[in-house]
């Protein structure tokens, strides 16, 4: 017997879409038609979106840098406002360079880097377990290797005194904005990817303190922060024995502190 047709075309995934309130439904009907593979799921995705979850979710993927990285249910979505993080990254790490992407989420930080600069020796970890399923995924695709657990506990011994650029993009919001998030990320994703303790720096300060013994001499630790926290921020950084610098971008909205280990006097 011939399948009947989906009766979900994109007139009318937009006008769902739009219904539920999604702002952008014409974009949003475009990507989630030119994913579904089967009627079936093209509506089953449409469902998933009228219920709430994230495009990505839905999708199965985020574009970020222009590369499609795989995102897994609960896992936190890469932000394009990260990707300044990953331009600030490239301008300090040279061909060849030990990356570590510390609380990787997807690894979208690291697999960038790596596919955007040769040789890259690029190893990541995270304490989700979800989180590092997906990170297998996008890092393996860039030739590298992840480890779960809390934050450096898990990497390889070996590692210590040889990173040139460390990246962690740690959660930083203060638990009590966390209600004040999007239902998107509050529901969606997972709090520990979200929550950064009372002033949003918790897990910021236990980064900062092993950075000195993980960096290369002449290294650099990179993360986001809000520009509100940003004189913290940095204090903790230099407390910890790094030269803290910041860079913002005002088209992404987006703040990063730059922590470099001192290169040994000769
Ligand atoms: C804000 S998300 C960022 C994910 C990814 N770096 C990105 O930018 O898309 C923070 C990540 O840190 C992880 N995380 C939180 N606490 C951690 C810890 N103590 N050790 C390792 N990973 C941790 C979470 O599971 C989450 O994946």
Redesign the pocket.
Known sequence: MPVPPSPLTFPTVVTTLRAAGCVFAEDEARLILSTARTPAELTAMVDRRVDGLPLEHVLGWAEFRGRRITVDPG??V??RR?EFLVDQALALAGPGAVVV??????G??GAALAAELAGVELYA????PA?VRCARTNVAAAGGRVYE???YEPLPAGLAGRVDVLLA???YVPTGEIPLLPAEARLHE?R???DGGADGLD?LRRVTAGAARWLASGGSLLFETSERQAARAVATVTGDGLLARTATSDELYATVVVGTKAPARP
Do not use: H
Not at 101 to 106: E, S, Y
Not at 125 to 128: L, M, R
């Open positions: 896992v936190f890469p932000r990260t992407d510390l609380c990787c989420g997807t979208a930080l970890s995270d304490i989700d989180a657990g809390d934050l993009n740690v959660p997972a520990v990817a979200l897990v």
